[in-house]
């Protein structure tokens, strides 16, 4: 079901899209409280429609950026563009955006009626067609029976569907979302992520969520914007993000990740103790230290044969039961130490316990190679 | 919201950094206005006279501030920490004194202690004109200032503190000491700097039961409106600020020491009923609320019988203010109506003000700058405020010198004088609304005095309330600031109160003095039914 003016959108949308011409456009905004630089340089161009999150641990500038946004902390240089219009001077109230904070900040002393309703009085539209905005709005959300509940009886997930009904009340140009489902239990987050997600396809109303959760930033995402230390460290799909990320930091914060540090024997070839291991892809100079990055469910156990490529005999130190899957902590001949996940079925078959000897694989499509030192792969040894 | 913001600083400006500095550029001038130094301070500290009143201001201070801290601690201590029977009623009776003005306890103390008093044997010969009076009279004045204090730091303790200590097998004693006294530690502190700051500039108290034991506030007084020595009143006001600064010099030190006692995991402390403990505690309460019903209920005695202490029938004369030979009900309604002019302007002032030092964006500094000038009138008595203004709106080289003497200046000043108390308040309340409201109101391109009106205000109407209220009590029974600003057509009941009981009726004065306490207690009551029927009306939000 899709409301006439929605499918105008979608029309506008596919023209913006073919254009190329970004929906919002940041070049090079920075912005310093005081001697604290939040920002370093920011550039960032999000395409109508999109749905991008921007992802790091707290004081990385996610908030800050997306207050720049919104106006309510102007940035100190560089310009914020949307829609073809430079709103970098403008205040909040002459910006096209609708927000969501992570305490949804609803107006306590009015009901849900007023709340979503709280941006409509005053406007152009008559009683009737704001009631109906409004009923068209908790119908949205799904919250038809809850209209004349007062917040403070509300559920945590009930909250924060009103906060994102009185956002899109004025049907904005863009969305923001400020950690909206971190107040919330794992399992509502969890739900209200996918809904948040559908309600925003089916808008295509542009969307920028920040959040410090990588799951939550990978699931819900079209584009991610990993931060950290105010500068962007990658932008990208969330399996761009996670199959190739370019910055140790990135690889070290989403996900899990083994970092292991070896020498390069020579373009392509880096030496792991006595093993000779290939690498795809970029390494550094022949004789240059490196660090050796690989996820824990990359790592090979069956059909490893011994001197196959890329194989390393190791010993199992330990194993966690993870559920769904065992995360063993192997060590290497050389003394290195990497953690490995195996499936249930696969500990089960080579009946796999601590004190086990074993041959592993590191695939070389799936290493990737950082430069030494790095600072983020330092606290793994 | 900048011209807002500058229009506040102005208005603090004026009402404030202006007339306390007129004070103390006066105390550097001699009687020409030449700048002469700090000659008039080596004059004041060369007289012993002077000299002398400092010294007792100094002793009664110290002596009511001991007294007046233990009574309050033990009473607080039983309020918030025992289960003895009618917490209630006590804490009710105890704020009475905050109803009357300051001199009401000196006029009562004269019905009990004075030359014809019931009790006058019980001072074995001694005046209860002089010291005794005054200490008496304080602690009656600061005593509920005192309680709020120790009630609201007795009453944050984590309950677990206590389990661990009886855990460990420690004595009451101990835990006493180990616990409950490190706990309060800064409420002990601050309640007595509070208290000291109070009975250090008093002025009502003094006044009327001083006799010729001379204190600074009175002196002022002498100086100024006896003797028209403006120079050395401004330098005996200037040192009625002492204790002011010292207190936030210690405020300072404290706070640098001061670490949150409670945990986000602190559990409250829920007082188990202990017979023997308990009923201590009750004789204990009951005695000190005995006290202060005692001297209100001498108050309101004295003012209904005949001729104390000769002929004891009951009468209403002394309430025909018009017969008194006074100025009949006028001061009164003047009263009346300052103090709601105080309580409905000021808190507009006040809250408004508030609200853009606390919600306004940008302009860090300049609201920084207002909410330190906002915190400044906590620590000017009233005798030194009303000082201040005398200077600066008297003077006749003053664009404002036309307001000197009118209902105007009484309202200005009065504000200025309960600014703090009410802005912190308003602040407190403020702080815990959402603060991203504002940001929420700009992305739904709502202006933000609509915000203000529809959200902000009925938030916080119950601590508004609290504020016009707060104003509203304290404009009836204020004395000090006022005493040097009234003119024939705005003189007050309470000021009427003081010249009546100069004139020697202390009958009239009494009764002027109940007549305050009876409006305010009104106006109290009034308070609590309006928030009641507020909150049943608006505020149905805050039901769960």
Same mark, same amino acid.
């Given at each position: 079901?899709?409301?006439?003016?929605?499918?105008?959108?979608?029309?506008?949308?596919?023209?913006?899209?073919?254009?190329?011409?970004?929906?919002?456009?940041?070049?090079?905004?920075?912005?310093? !409280?005081?001697?604290?630089?939040?920002?370093?340089?920011?550039?960032?161009?999000?395409?109508?429609?999109?749905?991008?999150?921007?992802?790091?641990?707290?004081?990385?500038?996610?908030?800050?950026?997306?207050?720049?946004?919104?106006?309510?902390?102007?940035?100190?240089?560089?310009?914020?563009?949307?829609?073809?219009?430079?709103?970098?001077?403008?205040?909040?109230?002459?910006?096209? !955006?609708?927000?969501?904070?992570?305490?949804?900040?609803?107006?306590?002393?009015?009901?849900?009626?007023?709340?979503?309703?709280?941006?409509?009085?005053?406007?152009?539209?008559?009683?009737?067609?704001?009631?109906?905005?409004?009923?068209?709005?908790?119908?949205?959300?799904?919250?038809?029976?809850?209209?004349?509940?007062?917040?403070?009886?509300?559920?945590?997930?009930?909250?924060?569907?009103?906060?994102?009904?009185?956002?899109?009340?004025?049907?904005?140009?863009?969305?923001?979302?400020?950690?909206?489902?971190?107040?919330?239990?794992?399992?509502?987050?969890?739900?209200?992520?996918?809904?948040?997600?559908?309600?925003?396809?089916?808008?295509?109303?542009?969307?920028?969520?920040?959040?410090?959760?990588?799951?939550?930033?990978?699931?819900?995402?079209?584009?991610?914007?990993?931060?950290?230390?105010?500068?962007?460290?990658?932008?990208?799909?969330?399996?761009?993000?996670?199959?190739?990320?370019?910055?140790?930091?990135?690889?070290?914060?989403?996900?899990?990740?083994?970092?292991?540090?070896?020498?390069?024997?020579?373009?392509?070839?880096?030496?792991?103790?006595?093993?000779?291991?290939?690498?795809?892809?970029?390494?550094?100079?022949?004789?240059?230290?490196?660090?050796?990055?690989?996820?824990?469910?990359?790592?090979?156990?069956?059909?490893?044969?011994?001197?196959?490529?890329?194989?390393?005999?190791?010993?199992?130190?330990?194993?966690? !039961?993870?559920?769904?899957?065992?995360?063993?902590?192997?060590?290497?001949?050389?003394?290195?130490?990497?953690?490995?996940?195996?499936?249930?079925?696969?500990?089960?078959?080579?009946?796999?316990?601590?004190?086990?000897?074993?041959?592993?694989?590191?695939?070389?499509?799936?290493?990737?190679?950082?430069?030494?030192?790095?600072?983020?792969?330092?606290?793994?040894? | 919201?900048?011209?807002?913001?500058?229009?506040?600083?102005?208005?603090?400006?004026?009402?404030?950094?202006?007339?306390?500095?007129?004070?103390?550029?006066?105390?550097?001038?001699?009687? =020409?206005?030449?700048?002469?130094?700090?000659?008039?301070?080596?004059?004041?500290?060369?007289?012993?006279?002077?000299?002398?009143?400092?010294?007792?201001?100094?002793?009664?201070?110290?002596?009511?501030?001991?007294?007046?801290?233990?009574?309050?601690?033990?009473?607080?201590?039983?309020?918030?920490?025992?289960?003895?029977?009618?917490?209630?009623?006590?804490?009710?009776?105890?704020?009475?004194?905050?109803?009357?003005?300051?001199?009401?306890?000196?006029?009562?103390?004269?019905?009990?202690?004075?030359?014809?008093?019931?009790?006058?044997?019980?001072?074995?010969?001694?005046?209860?004109?002089?010291?005794?009076?005054?200490?008496?009279?304080?602690?009656?004045?600061?005593?509920?200032?005192?309680?709020?204090?120790?009630?609201?730091?007795?009453?944050?303790?984590?309950?677990?503190?206590?389990?661990?200590?009886?855990?460990?097998?420690?004595?009451?004693?101990?835990?006493?000491?180990?616990?409950?006294?490190?706990?309060?530690?800064?409420?002990?502190?601050?309640?007595?700097?509070?208290?000291?700051?109070?009975?250090?500039? =008093?002025?009502?108290?003094?006044?009327?039961?001083?006799?010729?034991?001379?204190?600074?506030?009175? =002196?002022?007084?002498?100086?100024?409106?006896?003797?028209?020595?403006?120079?050395?009143?401004?330098?005996?006001?200037?040192?009625?600020?002492?204790?002011?600064?010292?207190?936030?010099?210690?405020?300072?030190?404290?706070?640098?020491?001061?670490?949150?006692?409670?945990?986000?995991?602190?559990?409250?402390?829920?007082?188990?009923?202990?017979?023997?403990?308990?009923?201590?505690?009750?004789?204990?309460?009951?005695?000190?609320?005995?006290?202060?019903?005692?001297?209100?209920?001498?108050?309101?005695?004295?003012?209904?019988?005949?001729?104390?202490?000769?002929?004891?029938?009951?009468?209403?004369?002394?309430?025909?203010?018009?017969?008194?030979?006074?100025?009949?009900?006028?001061?009164?309604?003047?009263?009346?109506?300052?103090?709601?002019?105080?309580?409905?302007?000021?808190?507009?002032?006040?809250?408004?003000?508030?609200?853009?030092?606390?919600?306004?964006?940008?302009?860090?500094?300049?609201?920084?700058?207002?909410?330190?000038?906002?915190?400044?009138?906590?620590?000017?008595?009233?005798?030194?405020?009303?000082?201040?203004?005398?200077?600066?709106?008297?003077?006749?080289?003053?664009?404002?010198?036309?307001?000197?003497?009118?209902?105007?200046?009484?309202?200005?000043?009065?504000?200025?004088?309960?600014?703090?108390?009410?802005?912190?308040?308003?602040?407190?309340?403020?702080?815990?609304?959402?603060?991203?409201?504002?940001?929420?109101?700009?992305?739904?391109?709502?202006?933000?005095?609509?915000?203000?009106?529809?959200?902000?205000?009925?938030?916080?109407?119950?601590?508004?309330?609290?504020?016009?209220?707060?104003?509203?009590?304290?404009?009836?029974?204020?004395?000090?600031?006022?005493?040097?600003?009234?003119?024939?057509?705005?003189?007050?009941?309470?000021?009427?109160?003081?010249?009546?009981?100069?004139?020697?009726?202390?009958?009239?004065?009494?009764?002027?003095?109940?007549?305050?306490?009876?409006?305010?207690?009104?106006?109290?009551?009034?308070?609590?039914?309006?928030?009641?029927?507020?909150?049943?009306?608006?505020?149905?939000?805050?039901?769960?």
């Amino acid at each position: 079901m899709v409301e006439p003016s929605f499918a105008l959108a979608q029309i506008e949308l596919d023209i913006s899209m073919t254009s190329k011409s970004p929906y919002l456009r940041i070049e090079r905004v920075s912005k310093a !409280f005081g001697d604290f630089q939040a920002l370093k340089d920011i550039s960032l161009d999000v395409q109508a429609g999109e749905f991008v999150c921007f992802l790091g641990p707290s004081g990385c500038g996610k908030t800050t950026l997306l207050r720049a946004i919104a106006g309510l902390d102007i940035h100190n240089v560089g310009t914020i563009i949307q829609n073809g219009i430079d709103i970098s001077a403008l205040p909040p109230s002459q910006r096209d !955006f609708g927000i969501v904070f992570q305490s949804y900040a609803l107006f306590p002393n009015l009901n849900v009626v007023d709340n979503v309703g709280y941006g409509l009085v005053g406007g152009k539209m008559s009683r009737t067609q704001i009631k109906a905005r409004i009923a068209e709005l908790l119908a949205m959300v799904g919250l038809v029976a809850q209209g004349s509940k007062y917040p403070g009886q509300l559920s945590g997930g009930q909250q924060q569907r009103v906060a994102l009904a009185r956002a899109l009340a004025m049907s904005p140009g863009l969305l923001l979302l400020d950690e909206p489902l971190s107040a919330l239990d794992a399992r509502v987050r969890q739900h209200l992520r996918g809904e948040l997600k559908q309600l925003q396809r089916r808008l295509a109303v542009t969307a920028i969520m920040v959040t410090h959760d990588q799951e939550e930033a990978l699931a819900i995402a079209d584009r991610i914007v990993v931060m950290n230390e105010g500068r962007i460290e990658q932008i990208g799909t969330p399996i761009d993000i996670y199959r190739h990320p370019t910055a140790a930091f990135v690889a070290d914060f989403v996900g899990q990740m083994n970092f292991v540090p070896v020498d390069c024997e020579s373009e392509g070839r880096v030496r792991l103790g006595e093993a000779i291991l290939d690498v795809n892809g970029e390494s550094p100079m022949a004789g240059a230290a490196a660090t050796l990055c690989i996820r824990p469910e990359d790592i090979q156990i069956r059909g490893v044969v011994v001197g196959q490529g890329n194989s390393v005999a190791a010993v199992i130190e330990r194993v966690e !039961f993870l559920g769904s899957f065992c995360r063993a902590e192997l060590r290497l001949v050389c003394g290195r130490r990497l953690h490995a996940d195996f499936s249930i079925n696969a500990m089960r078959d080579l009946s796999l316990a601590p004190g086990q000897d074993l041959h592993i694989a590191l695939p070389a499509d799936r290493i990737r190679l950082f430069p030494v030192p790095v600072s983020a792969a330092s606290h793994h040894g | 919201m900048r011209c807002c913001l500058l229009l506040l600083g102005l208005y603090l400006t004026v009402t404030l950094v202006l007339p306390l500095y007129t004070l103390l550029a006066k105390s550097l001038q001699n009687k =020409d206005g030449h700048f002469v130094g700090f000659a008039n301070f080596a004059r004041y500290f060369a007289d012993p006279a002077m000299l002398q009143s400092f010294a007792n201001t100094v002793h009664v201070s110290a002596i009511g501030t001991i007294i007046t801290l233990l009574l309050a601690f033990l009473y607080a201590y039983a309020l918030t920490r025992t289960c003895m029977a009618g917490r209630g009623f006590f804490r009710a009776v105890a704020l009475i004194p905050l109803l009357a003005p300051s001199l009401l306890p000196g006029l009562a103390l004269v019905y009990l202690f004075g030359n014809q008093g019931i009790f006058k044997s019980l001072l074995f010969g001694h005046e209860i004109y002089g010291p005794i009076g005054i200490v008496m009279g304080e602690v009656f004045f600061a005593f509920p200032h005192a309680l709020i204090i120790l009630v609201t730091a007795l009453s944050v303790a984590d309950g677990r503190l206590y389990e661990a200590a009886e855990s460990l097998r420690a004595r009451p004693a101990r835990i006493f000491l180990t616990v409950t006294l490190p706990g309060c530690r800064y409420g002990l502190v601050s309640a007595s700097l509070v208290i000291f700051t109070l009975i250090f500039t =008093d002025f009502g108290v003094p006044k009327v039961i001083g006799g010729s034991y001379n204190v600074l506030a009175t =002196d002022v007084y002498r100086q100024v409106i006896g003797q028209f020595n403006f120079q050395m009143g401004a330098v005996v006001g200037l040192l009625l600020l002492l204790p002011a600064v010292l207190s936030f010099a210690a405020d300072r030190i404290m706070q640098r020491k001061q670490v949150a006692l409670l945990s986000a995991r602190a559990v409250p402390l829920q007082p188990k009923p202990r017979p023997l403990t308990d009923r201590v505690f009750f004789c204990l309460a009951a005695a000190v609320a005995g006290f202060l019903l005692l001297v209100l209920g001498m108050a309101l005695f004295g003012s209904l019988v005949k001729l104390w202490p000769y002929n004891l029938s009951l009468t209403l004369k002394w309430y025909d203010f018009a017969r008194a030979g006074t100025d009949g009900w006028g001061p009164y309604f003047n009263s009346l109506r300052m103090a709601a002019l105080v309580a409905a302007i000021g808190t507009a002032i006040i809250f408004g003000g508030a609200y853009l030092v606390e919600k306004s964006r940008g302009a860090g500094r300049l609201r920084a700058i207002l909410h330190l000038l906002a915190m400044i009138p906590l620590a000017v008595p009233g005798i030194v405020l009303g000082l201040s203004y005398i200077f600066f709106f008297n003077a006749p080289d003053n664009p404002l010198n036309f307001i000197y003497g009118t209902m105007t200046v009484l309202v200005v000043n009065t504000i200025c004088h309960f600014y703090t108390v009410s802005h912190l308040t308003a602040i407190t309340a403020l702080k815990q609304v959402d603060a991203e409201f504002e940001s929420v109101a700009a992305s739904l391109k709502v202006p933000l005095y609509r915000t203000f009106w529809r959200v902000t205000v009925p938030v916080c109407l119950p601590a508004i309330l609290d504020i016009s209220v707060y104003l509203f009590v304290n404009a009836m029974t204020t004395v000090s600031a006022v005493v040097f600003l009234y003119s024939a057509e705005t003189k007050l009941m309470s000021i009427n109160a003081i010249n009546t009981d100069d004139a020697g009726n202390t009958a009239a004065a009494c009764a002027m003095g109940m007549t305050i306490v009876a409006t305010s207690a009104a106006l109290k009551g009034l308070h609590s039914l309006i928030l009641r029927r507020v909150e049943r009306r608006t505020q149905a939000w805050r039901k769960r």
